[in-house]
């Protein structure tokens, strides 16, 4: 039996909680959240003990796993600590840090450490986000021309949460949601050789991006197109990948289909796995990691060339202008 203690109790909190809680070989034996009405929620819902500070959960119960689901800008300092008092499984919630320089500092001290780390990139997890690897990676969509991506919606109140205060999100939309389409890109199409990004900023109150467009190339030469907005009146969550021999496509929580060359229709393909359930999905991959029954699927590595990505695509808006990556 693992012991977990999740640290950060807010909305991406309790979805942890949730996963863990659906696991048999795992207890929630604490919490700690500097606001004390979300770790009595948290708590209430899920079991364990209450703790003022992340330092008291882990002195007292000496968890094996800890789940990190504080805003970015503390993901640093929670890993830095939770590694000195001795923990060696972690899975850090998206984006890995506010910035690039505090991602590599992550995954310096996890390997100087010999610990594990999951970036929380819960996306590769989800049953059609997998089908598309296969897809992919079997030769049945043929060589890769396109990659589209939008997650976007209508983030009523953003402006008085932490996502739009840069010091501790490091972005607006991009930060928030492209890092995910970025780590898409990259689990789908190959590593990313150079991006181009444009931003705009018409939401009152924050002095972020609400809304973006980024053009990433892969390698191999496969573009992608990804869209992310705070600011949307009718918001979508859309995924489509496009080769030389078809193509598939997915909006999310709806149709799963394909069309290969020479179709005359699209073909519906079930979905065979809840969405809802892809924080347990990929909290219990992170368990077979622990067992060694699987690879793990998102490593540090993973969230820091995230980073890099965006902060790649920042720099474009500044230069506008491709930016090597």
């Given amino acids: 039996m693992y ?13 942890h909680g949730s996963g863990y809680k659906l696991l048999q ?3 929630i034996v604490g919490s700690a959240d500097p606001v004390k009405e ?8 899920y079991g364990g003990r209450i703790y003022k500070s992340m330092n008291d959960l882990i002195d007292k119960e000496k968890p094996d796993i800890i789940s990190v689901c504080t805003p970015p800008s503390s993901h640093y300092p929670v890993i830095k600590t939770a590694l000195s008092r001795g923990i060696k499984n ?25 610990a594990k780390l999951m970036t929380a990139f819960c996306h ?5 986000v997998m089908k598309m690897r296969w897809m992919i990676d079997s030769g049945e969509l043929g060589d890769i021309v396109f990659f589209r991506n939008e997650f976007s919606s209508h983030f009523k109140g953003v402006e008085d949460r932490w996502f739009s205060k840069k010091e501790i999100s490091g972005g607006g939309s991009m930060m928030d949601t492209s890092v995910h389409s970025i780590d898409l890109f990259r689990f789908l199409c190959g590593e990313v050789k150079n991006v181009s990004a444009r931003i705009t900023q018409k939401m009152p109150g924050i002095s972020v991006e609400d809304s973006c467009c980024v053009l990433v190339q892969s390698e191999k030469g496969a573009m992608g197109i990804i869209e992310a907005s705070w600011n949307l009146g009718v918001g979508s969550a859309f995924l489509e990948v496009c080769g030389t021999k078809g193509r598939v ?18 073909k519906t393909i079930p979905v065979e796995r809840d969405i809802n359930r892809r924080f347990e999905d990929e909290l219990h991959h992170f368990i077979r990691v ?3 029954e699987e690879e793990l699927r998102c490593s540090g590595d993973d969230g820091l060339r995230a980073n890099q990505i965006i902060q ?14």
């Fill in 3 to 15: 012991k977990v203690g999740v640290i950060g109790c807010g909305w991406v909190g309790l979805a």
């Fill in 25 to 27: 070989d795992c207890e």
């Fill in 38 to 45: 979300l770790s009595q929620h948290f708590a209430a819902k």
């Fill in 90 to 114: 972690i899975v850090c919630e998206k984006p890995l840090a506010h910035n690039t320089a505090d991602a590599r500092k992550i995954v310096r001290a996890i390997k100087e450490s010999s």
């Fill in 124 to 128: 590769r997890f989800i049953f059609p």
């Fill in 249 to 266: 496509q997915y909006e999310y929580w709806g149709e799963f289909r394909v069309r290969h060359e020479g179709d005359k229709e699209w």
């Fill in 290 to 292: 622990l067992k060694g």
């Fill in 312 to 325: 790649a695509a920042y720099e474009s808006v500044k230069q506008q202008k491709w930016v090597e990556v």
